[in-house]
């Protein structure tokens, strides 16, 4: 990259901050920085109370000018916001029917049932209804990031769920999530959908955009960004981003560091 793109987008969970935890300060005061320098966004597969409590609270210090320049897209891109006028407002939402989520619910407790995968002693529940997005999360949402991390530290159980749960919903799409999460939508619903309807809202190219996130391999739900062609850069943990931010705006960090040149385009 040899100048600031237009847009710069980013997954949530382990790209910005740990599985569902608060901002770093240091990166709070990043992303603030580089709203004063492009347009940004946020897509993960998260609900909106969840980017609220990550993201928009720790920006505490950002003028409206900047938080009109911020785009939160939860459930991977099948809800969109905008901040106007002093608030956050919903743009549109691709909620699935009654029936269908019902029916999701239902398949994915079976068959991670089926699998060993339903585990009796979790932080919080197992399934989610986001409305737009049904949500299986084999410890619960608010499980530690350690527990998260050594339960399918390959990914292997989350595929393999994947897998046994599209079987049975044809007219949907089931994807792996987070760390311990898989993730059901309308079928051609993911982050590719998303950034595209971006780059409709926005005027914004493809091209004209950068996607940092954690989950850049075949199996990732950060891969469908990848294969539209955005030129991507692939992280290992917020740290990572920070210095990759770093190095976006110049090489000089806040607190007087600079990036270690981990900046890997993929």
Request: hydrophobic share 40%.
């Amino acid at each position: 990259m040899t100048s600031l793109p237009r847009l710069v987008a980013f997954d949530l969970d382990d790209t910005l901050a740990p599985s569902k935890s608060p901002l770093d300060p240091r990166m709070s005061a990043l992303l603030i920085r580089l709203l004063d320098a492009t347009a940004v966004c946020v897509i993960s597969g998260g609900q909106f109370a969840q980017f609220r409590g990550q993201v928009i609270e720790r920006l505490g210090d950002a003028s409206p000018r900047q938080l009109e320049r911020l785009h939160l897209m939860p459930t991977c891109g099948t809800q969109y916001y905008r901040y106007s006028e002093d608030s956050w407002t919903q743009v549109y939402a691709q909620n699935l029917t009654d029936a269908e989520r019902a029916e999701a619910l239902a398949v994915a407790e079976r068959e991670a049932k089926a699998l060993g995968y339903w585990e009796a002693d979790t932080w919080g529940p197992i399934l989610e209804d986001r409305a737009s997005q049904i949500t299986f999360s084999a410890l619960g949402q608010s499980a530690p990031v350690e527990a998260k991390m050594a339960w399918d530290p390959s990914g292997e159980k989350k595929n393999r769920l994947r897998d046994a749960i599209q079987v049975h919903l044809p007219e949907l799409e089931v994807r792996s999530g987070g760390s311990t999460s898989v993730d059901i939508t309308r079928r051609g619903i993911d982050k590719a959908y998303g950034m595209k309807a971006l780059a409709d809202v926005t005027g914004v190219s493809l091209d004209e955009m950068l996607f940092i996130g954690d989950r850049l391999d075949e199996n990732g739900n950060d891969y469908p960004v990848k294969t539209l062609g955005v030129e991507c850069v692939a992280v290992e943990g917020w740290e990572h981003t920070a210095d990759v931010l770093i190095e976006l705006l110049g090489g000089d960090g806040s607190d007087g560091t600079t990036g270690d040149q981990r900046l890997l385009v993929v």
